[in-house]
């Protein structure tokens, strides 16, 4: 599972708690994932695709 790094701090995605999430949950942005991008779609392959 991708670790990302926002504000300092590192986070562990949880790819198999995926979900979605009501547009009345989501708050401002604290952060920028982009530079994350490789290992978030390799996590996201990984779980559906088993690749």
Request: net charge neutral; hydrophobic share 50%.
């Amino acid at each position: 599972m991708p670790v990302v790094e926002i504000g300092g701090r590192e986070f562990v995605l949880l790819m198999p708690s995926l979900t979605n999430v009501p547009v009345t949950k989501l708050r401002g942005s604290v952060g920028d994932l982009r530079a994350f991008r490789d290992r978030i779609v390799d996590a996201i392959d990984w779980t559906f695709m088993s690749i």
